[in-house]
């Protein structure tokens, strides 16, 4: 990762009013959280200085919404807002760098990488001591997504609010399964549909007289590199993120039979040819694709406007079946002021999943998963929230590529990869077995 040295950034101030809660979930997180068990914070006046991923049309409803309340309960406490940067989690982390290396490091941070990248990279204080001395119950969590993502060498380091990743579940065109007798599979994902059912479904449902294709069966795919191979098992690096492993027999099957979505099938469009097809839209929003990848994040975009009537269902099943999804997380970067305030703050934002409704993410706490859902799918007929929290129960972590040090070098390895395969220049085993030296030597740092 470069570390390049860098100026202060400028730090936008957010003026809290008064304000109460925008929302009913938002409301019923409680006017401002709890700092039970935790000692008296100090009275003198704090500025913390919050790194988030708000987009800017949703900062003023941050101010209203979430800081104002907060602000109500602890008049001591000012808020400064410092922009994400915009663009890839690797160009927020470069500017989160830049700011501790500057010496002027937020109080907060919120992302997506884990706990081992982060600390690797020494831009954590643990968290550890606060979460055992308050007694925070962390079994609100998936358990293997918690372990994997916010604790390292036995210590808590950070705490997630909500889920990010490329695939949740999928949504399904209600009217076209029924105009072309295709049942609606099983909410609950282990007994759900299988791979072979999945791609079944998928024929039946694409209506095409030679290149003329009117309905597709699958409008997105999610990440054609970190989605799939959960679903086989498959993985780039080993857990020890040692040794490349993209050969094996479960990655070659897993690319075998997604490439034959697109090319065998044509269930898929390949990259651009969508938009060729039915122009600059999604298919699947304008009525023009039986299926969708939701990503953890992406609901509103199926609702808000409502374009057509869906409900959702999970991941087709191979081996296993699992949403891509990673825990977003807050923590409290290295070198910065104000440690108790800083947990108070992030109490405030995880507490009943605060922060995560409120930028309309998926909760990581699974008590709130279902009521979520159900907000942000009010206006949907019969969206079965259920398939969310099946999903979120199954879930297991993302991929080793996004945890190793190197993740820029080996993604931009393996992305350009993919275009040759995409555009049919090369077959997925043996694109595969080509990558498996060059990724190992970018691991070996060679």
């Not at 409680?30 to 700092?35: N, R």
């Not at 989160?96 to 081992?116: E, H, K, M």
């Not at 979460?131 to 997630?160: C, H, I, S």
């Not at 294709?213 to 999610?222: D, E, F, P, R």
Request: aromatic fraction near 8%; proline fraction near 7%; include cysteine.
């Amino acid at each position: 990762m470069k570390h390049p040295s860098a100026q202060r950034t400028r730090r936008t101030v957010l003026r809290t009013t008064g304000a109460a809660f925008g929302s009913a979930a938002l409301a019923a997180c409680g006017a401002a959280g709890s700092d039970a068990g935790s000692p008296a914070a100090s009275k003198a006046p704090v500025t913390l200085s919050l790194m988030l991923s708000l987009t800017e049309t949703l900062q003023p409803q941050f101010q209203e919404q979430v800081v104002a309340p907060y602000k109500a309960q602890h008049p001591n406490v000012s808020v400064e807002f410092i922009p994400y940067g915009g663009g890839t989690t690797a160009i927020a982390i470069e500017k989160l760098f830049a700011l501790v290396t500057s010496g002027s490091p937020p109080n907060v941070w919120d992302g997506p990488r884990g706990a081992d990248y982060m600390v690797g990279q020494s831009l954590l204080d643990p968290m550890d001591t606060l979460v055992k001395r308050d007694k925070v119950d962390t079994k609100r969590f998936n358990q293997k997504q918690f372990e994997y993502g916010a604790v390292f060498q036995n210590k808590t380091w950070m705490l997630p609010y909500g889920y990010g990743g490329n695939a949740l579940a999928l949504a399904l065109n209600t009217e076209m399964f029924k105009a072309a007798g295709v049942a609606i599979p099983s909410a609950d994902a282990k007994s759900s549909w299988t791979w072979d059912q999945w791609v079944n479904a998928l024929q039946r449902l694409t209506q095409a007289s030679g290149d003329n294709v009117s309905q597709i069966g699958l409008a997105t795919y999610g990440s054609d590199y970190l989605s799939w191979p959960l679903l086989f098992q498959g993985d780039w690096l080993t857990p020890d993120l040692k040794s490349v492993v993209c050969d094996s027999a479960a990655m070659q099957e897993c690319y075998t039979r997604f490439f034959e979505l697109p090319f065998r099938y044509r269930v898929l469009a390949k990259p651009g040819e969508g938009m060729e097809r039915f122009g600059n839209a999604n298919p699947f929003l304008i009525g023009k694709a039986a299926m969708a990848v939701v990503p953890p994040n992406g609901i509103r975009a199926f609702t808000t406007p409502k374009s057509v009537e869906f409900t959702l269902a999970p991941m087709p099943r191979a081996k296993i079946s699992t949403p891509d999804m990673n825990m977003m997380m807050l923590g409290i970067v290295k070198g910065s002021k104000s440690q108790e305030e800083s947990w108070s703050m992030i109490r405030y934002l995880t507490d009943g999943s605060r922060y995560g409704l409120f930028v309309g993410r998926i909760p990581t706490e699974m008590a709130k998963i279902q009521g979520a859902v159900k907000d942000l799918t009010a206006n949907i007929a019969d969206p079965r929230p259920q398939v969310i929290l099946s999903a979120a129960e199954n879930a297991v972590p993302q991929l080793q590529i996004g945890r190793h040090l190197k993740s820029q070098d080996l993604v931009a390895a393996v992305t350009n990869a993919f275009k040759d395969a995409w555009a049919q220049k090369v077959e997925p085993v043996a694109m595969l077995k080509a990558l498996k030296s060059q990724l190992q030597n970018i691991v070996d740092g060679k």
